[in-house]
């Protein structure tokens, strides 16, 4: 029974877009087309963990008139970022984290310098939650309010935060660029490194006042995060987040928003 019941709760997680990692991207890119029509002319892209380009070469492909930042603070995955994109004119790339202030700081990798998508600035999650032999390196840190200060940015159409676990430093280094609604898009991935950095779902919700905050599933829809019950809302298995501003002039295809709430035995 046990055994029948996990399996039946790994499919409905899944359902509303809980571990359900697809490594083809398949749900990112339905997203970035939906997004291609909706977006300024020459839309500016921060992809924040940028790692070796997975994430800028969809952006490139599905809205070609992008204009690009990409950070990457480790050296192995920034070289092969380098190579990735050396002909193309439209991307910025900067070897830092982004986190809450500037600094130095440890960014921790697997044993032996792979570059992998896994690097955090969280200590434990190469050993506690993949098993694997930590290494660690001295990496500068700057602030999205600092960063769009120095290079006169005015407006991020689209900002993508994937940094395994400091995702909330990432915003609270931001907060200037979102109180001034510069911010108009999100996508952020959260998952179980949340647990070693102690961040809810609701920190995101709360630092993101005048978005509404959804889940991305498989399908390309979205699921309504904003009167989920906590239940269904702080999940730790991986998922992409999306916040959108919560003024009515981006509707997307959402499964639950008349429904939010009401599942699970809720009045």
């Known amino acids: 029974m046990v055994r029948l019941s996990r399996a039946i709760l790994k499919i409905g997680l899944r359902g509303v877009g809980v571990s359900n990692f697809d ?12 997004l291609e029509n909706r977006l300024r ?8 963990g940028a790692n070796r380009g997975q994430f800028a ?38 070897q830092a984290a982004m986190g809450a202030e500037c600094r130095k700081a440890f960014l921790f990798d697997y044993e032996g310098g792979s570059g992998s998508e896994h690097a955090s600035l969280v200590e434990g999650v ?19 309010d600092s960063y769009v200060a120095e290079q ?9 935060i994937d940094v395994e676990g400091s995702e909330m430093d990432v915003l609270n280094g931001a907060t200037q660029t979102i ?27 709360d630092a993101l006042p005048r978005h509404r905050v959804y889940r991305l599933l498989r399908s390309g829809e979205l699921f309504d995060l904003t009167n989920e019950r906590t239940v269904l809302r702080e999940l730790y298995g991986y998922q992409n987040l999306i916040a959108l501003p919560d003024d009515g002039a981006f509707d997307p295809p959402t499964l639950n928003r008349n429904t939010a709430g009401r599942d699970l035995g809720e009045p």
């Open 23 to 34: 490594p083809s991207q398949s749900d990112q890119r339905r997203f970035l087309l939906q």
């Open 41 to 48: 002319r020459n839309p500016v892209v921060f992809d924040i």
């Open 57 to 94: 070469k969809l952006v490139r492909e599905s809205i070609p008139d992008a204009r690009i930042h990409a950070f990457e603070p480790n050296p192995h995955a920034f070289a092969d970022l380098e190579r990735a994109f050396s002909r193309d004119s439209n991307i910025a790339l900067v």
């Open 126 to 144: 190469i050993d506690e939650i993949h098993g694997g032999r930590p290494e660690r390196m001295q990496v500068e840190v700057a602030t999205i």
């Open 152 to 160: 006169e940015v005015d407006w991020i159409d689209l900002l993508k």
């Open 179 to 205: 109180a001034r609604d510069a911010v108009h898009v999100l996508q952020i991935e959260f998952n179980e490194m949340h647990v070693l950095s102690r961040t809810f779902v609701r920190d995101i919700m």
